[in-house]
């Protein structure tokens, strides 16, 4: 295997908690850019995009809908830089437009506006880990009529929108390539703006445990630090707090999961559900729910871990992860859905024990592939 094919790799593995369900990473279909140096972003690319930006009065900001933490970090990082330029920022996502409760420690919120008041047609548009123009939502429109797009992104799944392309599916984060782009604006990092870098960084590192965790992704955090960025407040805010209620729905979750040895071609599948029910008697919402998977997927007997989660409207959304030797995304295409060979969802409607028997039928293992 290539360093490319490795570092490709491990940047596959490495899509675990919040991309699951997207476009199917089809894997070296993208840029023919040489990527030996620094990634995949062309010289030019980025030199349109810090020249579009001095030129302009005016930038709309927009990135995926349900905005992780790097989405909204990257973002409001670069809306300060660029206020801190003398830019009209117009900053914001799709419906539901609201902040996720993790991500309410994030500098410069305030400065979000409605998706509604973005301009039909922007003179200059900037969109931040959307892997395509239909994850921004009904900002979408815009995005397609701007007289000039930026894409920033790290997704391999990217669909080549856009014409001014800051585009590596190697970046561990899209945070990586905003600091690239903010050093080659000239614009210091201060702390708000580094914290919404941190933001994106530790969310798509898995907190620095992913394998995309290179040097280069410490070199950066070490300079967050440095602009003023405390990590165990960062951590705290995205992983280590949680209302009473969320506690309750995840250990009624954990008490009911069942272990089947035999699963997965003998190599285990845990799974649970949680119904509307479960959550609502303990206020939770449905997209608090991310990160019961995270400590299903713990059991050492089970190499698949599912979680079916209720949705408002009583459809089962299924998410699953592997450890990497069954392919869960091809499982969850075969169910209608989507996602990476270690994470990767599929929505259905039903009963929560059919579903795992039609899933169970799909997964096969073990599968030794060459990143083993
Ligand atoms: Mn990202």
Redesign the pocket.
């Known amino acids: 295997m290539s360093e490319l094919e490795s570092r490709r790799a491990a940047w596959t593995e490495e899509r675990g908690t919040s991309d699951e369900g997207k476009p199917r990473d089809q894997g070296g279909s993208e840029s023919n850019e040489d990527p030996a140096s620094r990634g995949f972003v062309a010289e030019p690319h980025w030199d349109r995009a810090v020249e579009l930006i001095r030129e302009a009065d005016e930038v709309c900001l927009a990135c995926h809908v349900a905005p ?1 933490g ?2 909204l970090g990257s973002m409001l990082a670069l809306t300060q830089a660029l206020r801190a330029m003398g830019k009209t920022c117009l900053p914001s996502f799709g419906e539901p437009f609201a902040v996720p409760a993790s991500l309410r420690f994030l500098p410069g919120q305030e400065l979000l506006v409605e998706p509604g008041r973005l301009p039909a047609v922007p003179k200059l548009m900037i969109t931040l ?1 959307a892997a395509g123009a239909e994850r921004l939502g009904p900002l979408a429109s815009q995005a397609e009529k701007a007289a000039e797009l930026i894409v920033i992104d ?2 391999a799944s990217n669909t080549g929108f856009g014409a001014v392309r800051l585009v590596d599916p190697v970046a561990a ?2 945070s990586v390539l905003v600091d690239e782009l903010i050093r080659r604006l000239g614009v210091p990092l201060d702390r708000d703006i580094a914290l919404g870098l941190y933001a ?1 960084l530790a ?2 590192t898995g907190s620095f445990r992913y394998p995309c965790t290179t040097p280069q992704v410490h070199e950066l955090a070490a300079r967050l630090v440095a602009a003023g960025v405390r990590p165990e407040a960062v951590g705290r805010e995205l992983w280590d707090r949680a209302p009473f209620g969320y506690l309750q729905v995840l250990a009624g979750a954990l008490a009911k999961a069942r272990l089947e040895r035999d699963a997965a071609g003998g190599l285990g599948l845990v799974w649970t559900s949680i119904t509307r029910a479960d959550r609502e008697a303990q206020c939770v919402p449905y997209d608090a729910l991310e990160g019961v998977i995270d400590q299903l997927r713990r059991a050492d007997e089970a190499e698949v871990a599912v979680v079916c989660k209720e949705t408002d409207d009583g459809d089962w959304y299924v998410s699953t992860r592997s450890k990497g030797l069954v392919d869960v995304g091809q499982a969850c295409v075969a169910m209608g859905g989507g996602g990476h060979y270690n994470a990767a969802a599929f929505t259905a409607a039903g009963d929560p024990a059919d579903l795992i028997d039609r899933l169970r039928a799909e997964l096969h293992g073990p599968h030794l592939h060459d990143a083993a």
């Open positions: 992780d790097d989405a880990d790290h997704h984060a899209t994106g969310s798509d």
